[in-house]
């Protein structure tokens, strides 16, 4: 079984009146089956409202499945008993780094995580050592969150999941609110942690063009999985995903109208380097 | 409705060991009816620059004008400032409040002290203008997607009926198609009602592709004021910044090194294709 699996998951949001009448039932998530190997890169698309980060509150045990259920490392998340040793396994970044710093300095901050799990003094500092080293931050280990860049912070926020040596990391549109380059640090750091640290990555995106490394892409749309595939054979669908509110990286998007106006360019280009390259040769 | 500044500078906690400069001798000319795309990465000072444009930061030197008068002298009439120049801020719908849509749209126009018909007239204009669906009018803002909450709270500071409009980031956590459908209406708007629009975004793409003008900051100061053609030129000096331009532009600029024939001035995938096509058909 891998890290993370869905079988039939479902989750109702409830809305009650002020005596605690049903006013309305949302199905946020219906019937979800999936499967994600240890040590994969995963990208969740979707519109606003598909469903995405639901399911993803589901991988941590933040949320309870109506129906189904999500297993992470094979500990079924309906059972109670089970909750901290999932969130351990499991780690979340969500999208706005100031809510979810706590630390009057960085380190602090990473070590916030080890220590509620009553890990050892001295292996708290490894830990917030390595995890810093690991993001990229580790030169700023004594200055204060609050004087840091965007990308900075979620960096930082990235290191206090780490600290806690999860298997998988679940982030959360972490580069919503960060400027370009605070985005490709970012990026960088999550790539990393999974190439060289070997920690399942799944990344939940609006931002097409950070989802073209990924190992696969799911794509919900209201609360289903209805398409999923390697970045290849999902953006060569692009008239599919506009449909689901998406897009694809503009340089998809270009080759894509190229080859409508005639060009014989091959579908499904991910890189400015492959796109170069099939221009090259039919210019030939 | 022009708004001038002159020699502004904004220093956060001056007299103190702590004194941060965040805006270094700006002068700015914003012409009625520009649509604008400020740029510049977290920290650059473009949310302090906004803050300037309808009062709600006065600079530590310099003056600022609007429509040739001070906007910081004593006498002048604050309130008919905010009204003219609108700021949207960073997700807005954190700001909504009200029972109903149509309430909370309500609230702005209200407290101007117009009658209670004129404010009804205003809130269903802002609404229909910032493409809520007239279906929605009724319902709780709290009940609405991400997309049309953000919406809702946009047409609350249309409602005020400003000249200048004022959006921080308004498509930040917003799918593509939302990204798409808001920054559309707020073109239509601008060319329909001939506001001045200034935009705020991290988003190359879209600023290459609405606005007419791009000032770029970094450090407290405008460091690049042009046309988009012309600022995505300067891509090194972007990157030196920590920005970037759009895709395409890097994808032109390679081609160009591989021996096309082509100009490398394209800033959205339309111009992009045509010169391609171009190139083919020689």
Redesign the interface.
């Known amino acids: 079984m891998g890290i993370i699996k869905a079988v039939q998951l479902a989750f109702e949001y409830i809305r009650r009146d002020e005596d605690g009448n049903v006013e309305g039932i949302t199905r946020a998530i219906d019937g979800v089956d999936l499967e994600i190997k240890e040590g994969q890169f995963i990208a969740v698309l979707g519109h606003n409202g598909s469903g995405k980060s639901t399911l993803a509150k589901h991988l941590n045990a933040l949320l309870h499945p109506t129906e189904g259920t999500v297993y992470v490392d094979g500990k079924d998340v309906r059972e109670a008993d089970k909750v901290w040793e999932i969130r351990q396994t499991a780690g979340m970044v969500f999208q706005n780094p100031d809510n979810q710093i706590i630390g009057q300095v960085v380190e602090e901050d990473v070590g916030f995580g080890p220590e509620n799990l009553g890990v050892e003094t001295k292996e708290i500092w490894e830990r917030v050592e390595e995890s810093l080293k690991a993001v990229g931050m580790y030169e700023y280990r004594k200055h204060s969150p609050n004087k840091l860049s965007g990308g900075q912070k979620q960096r930082v926020s990235i290191a206090g999941v780490i600290a806690m040596h999860p298997k998988c990391i679940i982030l959360d549109e972490p580069t919503a609110m960060l400027d370009p380059n605070g985005r490709k640090e970012v990026l960088r750091a999550a790539r990393a942690l999974n190439q060289v640290e070997g920690i399942t990555v799944i990344l939940i995106t609006h931002y097409m063009e950070e989802v073209i490394h990924a190992d696969k892409v799911f794509v919900m749309d209201q609360g289903k999985v209805v398409l999923q595939g390697t970045p290849r054979e999902i953006f060569t669908r692009v008239e599919e995903l506009r449909k689901l509110r998406l897009d694809v990286p503009q340089v998809t998007e270009l080759a894509y109208e190229l080859k409508k106006a005639g060009l014989d360019v091959p579908e499904g280009i991910l890189t400015k380097e492959e796109l170069v390259e099939a221009l090259k040769s039919l210019k030939k | 409705m022009s708004l001038l500044l002159e020699g502004v500078s904004h220093i956060y906690g001056e007299d103190t060991n702590l004194a941060v400069a965040a805006l270094c001798n700006i002068n700015l000319e914003i012409p009625e009816g520009q649509f604008i795309g400020l740029i510049?990465?977290?920290?650059s000072g473009k949310s302090t620059l906004i803050q300037h444009l309808n009062g709600l930061l006065q600079p530590s030197h310099g003056k600022i004008y609007f429509n040739g008068k001070d906007i910081n002298e004593k006498s002048f009439d604050r309130k008919e400032l905010r009204s003219k120049v609108g700021l949207v801020f960073?997700y807005p719908e954190h700001q909504l409040f009200e029972v109903t849509v149509f309430q909370d749209v309500c609230f702005g126009p209200k407290n101007l002290g117009l009658e209670q018909k004129e404010v009804e007239i205003r809130a269903y204009k802002a609404l229909k203008q910032a493409g809520v669906k007239e279906e929605q009018f009724y319902q709780s803002p709290f009940?609405l997607?991400?997309?049309q909450k953000r919406r809702v709270a946009i047409a609350g500071v249309l409602a005020m009926e400003p000249r200048v409009l004022i959006l921080d980031?308004p498509t930040?956590?917003?799918?593509?198609?939302?990204?798409d459908e808001i920054l559309g209406q707020i073109k239509k708007l601008q060319k329909e009602t001939g506001i001045t629009v200034i935009l705020v975004s991290?988003s190359?793409?879209d600023v290459a592709e609405y606005v007419d003008r791009i000032i770029v900051m970094n450090k407290g100061k405008i460091i690049l004021d042009n046309t988009p053609k012309e600022v995505f030129k300067e891509y090194k000096c972007l990157e030196e910044v920590?920005?970037?331009a759009?895709?395409?532009t890097?994808?032109m600029e390679?081609?160009k090194e591989?021996g096309?024939m082509l100009s490398a001035e394209v800033t959205t995938?339309?111009e992009?294709?045509q010169e391609?096509?171009s190139c083919?058909k020689k």
Do not use: C, N, W
């Open positions: 510049g990465h977290t920290g960073q009940e997607s991400g997309g980031e930040a956590g917003l799918d593509p198609a939302g990204r991290h190359m793409e920590g920005l970037a759009p895709q395409v890097y994808i390679s081609l591989e096309f995938i339309e992009a294709k391609i096509l083919f």
